[in-house]
């Protein structure tokens, strides 16, 4: 059974930093395609960064430049480096997994291609 836990979450100052991890069991990442998802209550979810099988990585325009995702497969652990973070950053954060991935695909933000979720760890940033 696959299960994904998120951890890393907290209330930070704008132009802070945070670390998200996303630890799992029952898969090994590097056999999956796996990424970082956010929802607010005034946001519909989106996609925010992902890592292929490769660790070739994509990003939402929105975050470029200031978060990293990355995973360690010796921990099967999953991060998420948040640099310069903004209140509009403000969101639930998951993290998310396709196990149907291939090892020539592509990474991407697809949510309906992600199988596996775990469930979420808050993230606010104050102005």
């Known amino acids: 059974q696959v299960q994904l836990v998120e951890s890393g979450g907290g209330s930070v100052q704008a132009g802070g930093s945070l670390r998200l991890s996303c630890a799992a069991s029952?898969?090994?990442?590097?056999?999956?395609?796996m990424a970082w998802f956010r929802q607010s209550p005034v946001k519909e979810r989106e996609g925010v960064a992902a890592i292929n099988r490769v660790g070739s990585t994509k990003y939402a325009d929105s975050v470029k430049g200031r978060f990293t995702i990355s995973q360690d497969n010796a921990e099967n652990t999953l991060y998420l480096q948040m640099n310069s973070l903004k209140p509009e950053d403000t969101a639930m954060y998951y993290c998310a997994a396709d196990l149907t991935c291939r090892s020539w695909y592509d990474p991407h933000l697809q949510s309906v291609r992600y199988n596996y979720w775990g469930q979420g760890t808050q993230v606010t940033v104050s102005s």
């Open positions: 029952g898969v090994t990442y590097s056999t999956a395609c």
